[in-house]
C-alpha cells in the first residue's frame, strides 16, 4: 500500500500485468488506421488526448522545438477533417497502409488509478500513387482504463529514422 493514499503502489516495469489486453488494443488501433477509419481512431483518444511524432531522437518535448506530428484534439479533428476530404492532395489516390505491433511491454501500470505506459515496435508500410514507404520505430501508449477497455491519454511515435528528410506525411503512423 502506499502511504500517502492507501492505495496499491504503481506497479513499475508492469511485473504481473497480462500484456494481452493492451496487445489486442493496439492491434485494434492499427487496424482502424489500416482501414482509414480515422474516425474511430479519433475516438480511442481521451478528450485531453494527443498524438506526438517527435523529429529528433530524444526529443523531450513537443513545445520546445518542431515536431513531425504534434496533434490535440482539435488538430486531430482537423486532420481527420483533410484526410476525408475528396480532394485532398497529399491523398490522392488514397494511401493503403498495413501496420505490424510487436514487442509489446508494460512499462508502467497503476490499477489504482487506471493508468498504463506501454511501449511496443511498430512497422508501417504505406502504398500510394505506385510508391512504397516503410516507417518503424517504437511507440509510447499512455493509456486510461475505460470500462473493459482504454483510451489513449497519448501516443509517442518516435520513428528510427525521426530526422531524415521526409515527403509530406498525412496518415497517422
Known amino acids: 500500500m502506499d502511504a500517502k493514499t492507501d492505495s496499491p503502489a504503481p506497479t513499475v516495469g508492469g511485473a504481473g500485468i497480462d500484456r494481452e489486453p493492451f496487445e489486442l488494443f493496439l492491434i485494434h488501433e492499427a487496424q482502424l488506421l489500416d482501414e482509414r477509419r480515422f474516425r474511430d481512431w479519433m475516438a480511442?483518444?481521451?478528450?485531453?488526448?494527443?498524438?506526438?511524432?517527435?523529429?529528433?531522437p530524444n526529443q523531450e518535448s513537443p513545445f520546445?522545438?518542431?515536431?513531425?506530428?504534434?496533434?490535440?484534439?482539435?488538430?486531430?479533428?482537423t486532420r481527420v477533417d483533410r484526410l476525408e476530404h475528396p480532394r485532398i492532395h497529399v491523398q490522392t489516390p488514397p494511401s493503403r497502409t498495413a501496420h505490424i505491433v510487436g514487442s509489446v511491454?508494460?512499462?508502467?501500470?497503476?490499477d489504482a488509478t487506471g493508468e498504463y505506459l506501454i511501449s511496443s515496435t511498430f512497422v508501417m508500410v504505406e502504398y500510394r500513387d505506385e510508391q512504397q514507404r516503410v516507417f518503424a520505430g517504437r511507440q509510447h501508449h499512455r493509456l486510461r482504463r475505460d470500462g473493459a477497455s482504454f483510451r489513449i491519454v497519448q501516443k509517442r511515435v518516435d520513428l528510427i529514422n525521426c530526422d531524415s528528410a521526409f515527403e509530406a506525411m498525412a496518415v497517422p503512423i
Not at 105 to 110: F, K, M, R, S
Open 105 to 110: 511491454i508494460v512499462e508502467q501500470a497503476n
Open 64 to 77: 520546445n522545438q518542431a515536431s513531425l506530428f504534434y496533434d490535440d484534439r482539435e488538430l486531430m479533428k
Open 44 to 56: 480511442l483518444f481521451t478528450e485531453d488526448g494527443s498524438y506526438w511524432v517527435p523529429a529528433v
